[in-house]
């Protein structure tokens, strides 16, 4: 039974990322596996069939409780079968070159491919085809475990003043909190996590590009209540992950009353954390609608939209304006009315 998947790169986390999809493909887990002497797996070659094996992929026979066995060097005809795959699945499955827009359509492709081809080959010297056969050989793999083995590489990262990690070439952003500290990432074929103190503090995709920043605005709000001019220029708030309709009601809050419609504008944007961002949207445009463009109008739409109380957030009064804190309304004098009306009463 042929299983096939695509990788964007050879690294040691997509190879431990292959057998977990294929294991999940298969139903279960055999007893042993044949494997070629790649540096994924294998630190180093020793006496015989002994090596030096690579921790992770320990880690991943010790999760699914199967045996590696690998091939001598230099010695293609111990795997013949599956160097031949190589070819065919090349000259069968790629040809011609299969119209997909991403790498996940891809594999998607090629897993059915796999239960196509199975469903119409034969086994040699047998009426029963491979799918056939493959029913039979399951009842004797191993049942795969409950949980799912992560097929990640683990790194050290210290944190820097800008709340940013570096993992190969790219910078991904993480709570401010945790700026100037050690943290962990867990770098998986499609994801990149961030964990610090046992719990996960930030989740990003995977870049395969050079040199990107890749930043998420929430991790940033705190720190912007500080500076609230800062979020004019704010990378994470340029992202093409912000929807339009968030710098447009920014720009008018801005217009309207300068840095302090920065402040509140961000105090809207905090408002996410307990709608969410998709009702947080619908607020904004259609508080657009209304050509209304303040912290309470969105409030208001927002308990319209969710039936919920939320408080209204109310600023620190070291915060508040000085001229609001100052302005008192005077009494109404009998004197100014009686000027008013000439004086005279009725």
Known sequence: MRFVRAYLHAKQEAFLDGFVHAFEFLGGVPTEGLLDNLKTAVIKILQGRDRLEQEAFIGLQAHYVFKAEFCNPASGNEKGRIEGTVGYVRRNALVPLPEVQSINELNEYLQNWCLKEAGRTHVPNKS?????????????????????????????????????????????????????????TKNFVDRVIVVAQNRVIAEHPRSYERNQVITVLDHYLEVLLKKPRAIRDAHAFQSTEIPDVF??????????????????????????????????????????KTQVFRYE????????????????STLPTDKTPVNLLDYKVNKSSIEQYGQLTGGTRK
């Open 128 to 184: 029963e085809t491979v799918l056939e056969m493959w029913e039979k050989e399951k009842e004797i793999l191993h049942p795969l475990p409950i949980n799912r083995f992560e097929a990640c590489k683990l790194l050290s990262c210290k944190v820097n003043k800008t709340s940013l990690i570096t993992v190969e070439t790219n910078r991904y952003s993480v709570p401010y909190s945790y700026a100037g500290q050690a943290v962990w």
């Open 297 to 312: 109008e969105v409030h208001e739409i927002i308990q319209r939209l969710t039936h919920q109380n939320i408080p209204i």
């Open 247 to 288: 710098k447009r009601f920014h720009l008018k809050m801005r217009e309207q009353e300068g840095s302090e419609g920065d402040r509140k504008f961000i105090r809207i944007l905090l408002l996410h954390r307990d709608i969410g961002m998709e009702n947080l949207t619908k607020a904004l445009l259609e508080a657009e």
